[in-house]
């Protein structure tokens, strides 16, 4: 990860946004980026991402608050004295041009002299890998070519800020991924800041250093890729990053950061998630890796009988489905090896895990 100084380069400050005067899709976004920080912007679609980024670049306005670069409000600056790179999912490199004209474009407009755009043309060419391409039209490329020319132009003129929206979402997984771990090389070797939206959690925790997770013009939390899987502060987050059962119940007890929780299965020991209160409606969240299927060596506190369903075989692990006492579903994940069990359709099992990896949210 990288070493960030503590300075501020850019900063979002109550930013909000109305198309029609009446309806914020952008609900006061406040955010302080250190430079060099690649931060993504990730929620379900219409959650208001891609309008923060036209703001930031300039192609919206800001109904009010305060966007800044290096302590400047850039509000009233035009998008093109931003200097500002971007890639978008369907960002069109000028199809009548060449790849290497497509590079010394934005090099071309800032005056560069020809000798030297064509030094850096190759060496961006080189860079993503596309020397032998710089006489194709963009036609002639596939999809993952395409978009490692739209990066390299993004780069070229050597911004000091990225942005890119989706900028895979047109690709398959496996080009999808190499292209996540292309565009981490080069913001790990260049050290450019990055503003990257995309829908998509797995590339989003992939790539990060934080993580902004939006839900209809609000950020529910903003934190690092670990904390927002092993901490998530509501249950929007807990939900939408990665996969989580919820247990309903009722708190019976609190007592610090742990409460009872009274399921219909039994009492079980939970972390407590921030407005919980003694007596209300609960749903309690678990992962499906961190639960147990005896015989299991792990530590655990919590113990629920439940009933099998289904056993998925997925290759590297095994999904197994059970009905707690209450008929909710419950997603169990054990690895592809020897311990994984089997179980006649039906029958009763148990499930075992550890407080400190379960949370109660309020429910609702
Ligand atoms: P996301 O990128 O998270 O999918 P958007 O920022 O594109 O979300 O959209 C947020 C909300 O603003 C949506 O309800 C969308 O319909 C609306 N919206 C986006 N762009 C415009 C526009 N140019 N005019 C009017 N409404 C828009
Ligand atoms: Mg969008």
Redesign the pocket.
């Known amino acids: 990860m990288n070493d960030f100084g503590s300075e501020t380069f850019l900063r979002f400050d109550n930013v909000k946004k109305s198309?029609d005067q009446t309806n914020l899709?952008v609900k006061g976004f406040d955010m302080d980026v250190r430079k060099g920080e690649f931060i993504t912007l990730l929620?379900p679609?219409?959650?208001?991402?891609?309008?923060v980024l036209m703001m930031l670049a300039g192609f919206e306005s800001v109904t009010s608050g305060d966007i800044a670069i290096a302590g400047k409000s850039i509000n009233r600056t035009a998008p093109n004295k931003r200097n500002i790179g971007m890639v978008f999912q369907n960002y069109a490199l000028f199809p009548h041009m060449t790849v290497a004209e497509n590079l010394a474009y934005p090099l071309t407009v800032r005056k560069m002299p020809k000798a030297q755009i064509k030094e850096r043309v190759a060496e961006y060419l080189e860079l993503v890998e596309l020397s032998d391409f710089g006489n194709r039209r963009p036609g002639q490329l596939s999809g993952g070519q395409r978009q490692r020319v739209a990066l390299a132009r993004a780069m070229i003129f050597q911004p000091t800020l990225i942005l890119m929206d989706e900028p895979l979402g047109a690709l398959d997984k496996n080009l999808r991924e190499q292209m996540q771990f292309e565009i981490t090389r080069l913001h790990k070797q260049f050290g450019f800041t990055v503003i990257y939206?995309t829908h998509d959690q797995t590339e989003a925790l992939s790539m990060s250093d934080r993580i902004a997770v939006?839900n209809d013009g609000v950020v529910q939390q903003c934190a690092p890729p670990a904390e927002l899987y092993e901490r998530p502060v509501n249950s929007f987050v807990a939900d939408f990053i990665g996969e989580n059962n919820f247990i309903p119940g009722t708190v019976t007890s609190l007592e610090g950061s742990a409460a009872k929780v009274q399921t219909d299965g039994g009492t079980i020991v939970a972390q407590v998630a921030d407005g919980l209160m003694e007596g209300q409606a609960c749903r309690v969240a678990i992962r499906p890796e961190k639960l147990f299927i005896p015989p299991t060596t792990h530590a655990y506190d919590n113990a629920l009988t439940v009933r099998f369903t289904t056993r998925i075989y997925v290759g590297d692990f095994i999904r197994y489905y059970f009905d707690l006492a209450d008929g909710t579903t419950v997603v169990v994940k054990v690895l592809n090896d020897l311990s994984a069990p089997d179980f006649e359709d039906g029958a009763e099992a148990q499930l075992l895990w550890l407080a400190s990896d379960c949370v109660a949210f309020p429910a609702g």
């Not at 679609?45 to 309008?51: A, L, N, P, R, V």
């Open positions: 198309y899709v929620g679609s219409g959650s208001g991402k891609t309008t939206v939006f």
